[in-house]
């Protein structure tokens, strides 16, 4: 671990942009840990060979598509037993820039807790999004705000850095979620342990290839994994 920072690269089916982005994270200095779910359009190969080029570059591959919660699980636990530090959520499509990505971590690294890369506070922004796209987001972290009583806007960033402190102290094994809807249980269970949630102003650029991975079914699913941590606010879980 050069740095003490661990970027986090879910994929399934990005062959289009990985090598893209995993060189706008490793010009910065970070290591990389892709966690591939078994990408039948060869997105695990590629990793491979990235990886064989460049130490500061790791694969963790899985059988198959067990969801975006599970994978941040599986490689956070990992970069908790090699010392990591620090660790970063990111988008292999793209969406996320490099160049955002220091200002995140420094901000996770001042207040001790969670950083989010923010669209949705003063600064923020996203391109290339059609209206409907945008409207169900910002509908999305209101019913979050509003269910869990929450003051961070963008609840549903995948954009965002851990501190080791924090994971640690919530413990992985408690988390319910296994799909998009851990992002938001995420900010409130650090809220819940009395760790800090700061929002940075990023901005958002819909990706250029390949298709979105959110279905009907992963909304439906997060709407109601909110509802029943709503229901949890006064209990320990």
């Excluded at 590629?46 to 919660?69: I, S």
């Excluded at 490689?75 to 499509?93: H, S």
Aim: hydrophobic content about 40%; glycine content about 12%.
């Amino acid at each position: 671990m050069t740095d003490g920072v661990l970027v986090v690269l879910p994929t399934f089916n990005e062959v289009e942009n990985l090598e893209r982005v995993v060189d706008g994270v490793r010009q910065l200095g970070h290591d990389v840990l892709i966690v591939d779910d078994a990408s039948p359009d060869g997105t695990g190969g590629l990793a491979d060979r990235l990886a064989t080029a460049d130490k500061g570059v790791r694969v963790l591959h899985r059988a198959r598509k067990l969801g975006l919660g599970s994978a941040y699980e599986d490689a956070f636990r990992v970069g908790l037993a090699d010392g990591a530090q620090l660790f970063v959520e990111m988008d292999a499509d793209g969406s996320h820039l490099a160049s955002d990505l220091d200002g995140i971590v420094e901000a996770a690294r001042r207040s001790g807790g969670l950083a989010i890369g923010s669209r949705y506070v003063p600064g923020g922004s996203i391109e290339g999004w059609p209206y409907h796209r945008w409207l169900l987001s910002w509908g999305a972290n209101l019913y979050c705000r509003t269910l869990l009583g929450l003051r961070t806007r963008d609840c549903t960033s995948g954009f965002r850095c851990y501190t080791r402190d924090l994971l640690t102290h919530m413990g992985l094994d408690n988390v319910l979620s296994q799909g998009y809807s851990f992002q938001i249980e995420m900010v409130w269970r650090a809220r819940r342990h009395g760790y800090s949630v700061v929002e940075v102003p990023i901005r958002f650029e819909d990706r250029v290839a390949g298709a979105s991975k959110v279905s009907r079914g992963e909304v439906r699913r997060a709407l109601w994994t909110v509802l029943r941590l709503s229901l949890s606010r006064w209990k320990n879980i």
